[in-house]
């Protein structure tokens, strides 16, 4: 005990103060956590990025979430959705990414009745199948062999029965698209108006340069090669309109080969 009466144990007690009794220039306790990088902080994101891309990559290319549950056929005239879905050959159920488009516009082209087929995704679960068929206008053979015919020549069906209305029987040696006489055929029929055409008993074309076009009514058209067909339906379509309409004596034969000098027999 000192001159004061304190001992050295209440000395050392009252030197003493609680950590939040001290000033506020004591040291704090050093933080041992360490922020991250600039590099550490790209490398993190580029992880998560490559992740993301992955699951989305899955999903697309093998995963069931985008897959084809529809074909869809859209266009058709005289073909069923489902001829056209056998040969475009999907497989349902195939990841949308997966199918081969223009493999299935190649499968669909091969229908004689498709002049033209186009096939998109559609997301996220149909295959659209857009198609147009091929129009007849001509029919050419023989009963039971005869083939239908569209407006660039191309034999594309087959009927046994009745052409369907408008078609027209066109007599050519050799039918094709290559085939000259074909060609000036059809340049002839495409000239006439849907109703008459329905008039045309046939359309006869030994060469190029000489089509004839006999009426049902036994009325024979001349209407020389292919050229100015379209002026010259028009010159008929006239004539035959003054006949139906008593102006015009009926006549065996209309010469249209030169529609500037028609010639009535």
Do not use: Y
């Amino acid at each position: 005990m000192n001159r004061a009466g304190r001992t050295t144990r209440d000395r050392t007690r009252g030197g003493r103060r609680p950590a939040e009794q001290r000033g506020a220039g004591a040291t704090p306790l050093p933080d041992r956590r360490r922020p991250l990088g600039a590099r550490q902080r790209r490398s993190l994101q580029a992880a998560t990025l490559l992740t993301v891309l992955a699951v989305l990559g899955w999903l697309l290319w093998l995963g069931p979430v985008l897959a084809v549950r529809t074909v869809q056929v859209d266009g058709l005239g005289t073909l069923t959705a489902d001829e056209v879905r056998e040969v475009a050959q999907v497989p349902d159920g195939a990841p949308l990414l997966r199918v081969d488009v223009a493999a299935v516009e190649d499968r669909v082209a091969k229908l004689p009745q498709i002049r033209s087929v186009q096939a998109a995704r559609g997301w996220p679960d149909r295959i659209v199948i857009t198609v147009a068929e091929r129009i007849p206008v001509a029919v050419v053979g023989t009963a039971g062999r005869r083939s239908l015919v569209d407006a660039d020549g191309v034999l594309f069906d087959t009927v046994t029965g009745d052409a369907p209305r408008g078609v027209v029987p066109l007599d050519v040696a050799d039918p094709g698209s290559d085939d000259p006489a074909t060609q000036a055929g059809i340049a002839a029929i495409r000239a006439l108006p849907g109703g008459l055409r329905d008039d045309v008993e046939t359309v006869s074309v030994p060469d190029p340069d000489a089509i004839e076009l006999t009426m049902r009514d036994g009325t024979v058209i001349r209407w020389g090669d292919a050229g100015e067909s379209s002026t010259k339906g028009r010159v008929v379509v006239a004539l035959l309109d003054r006949i139906g309409d008593g102006e015009l004596e009926p006549t065996d034969l209309i010469d249209v080969s030169a529609p500037d000098a028609v010639v009535l027999r």
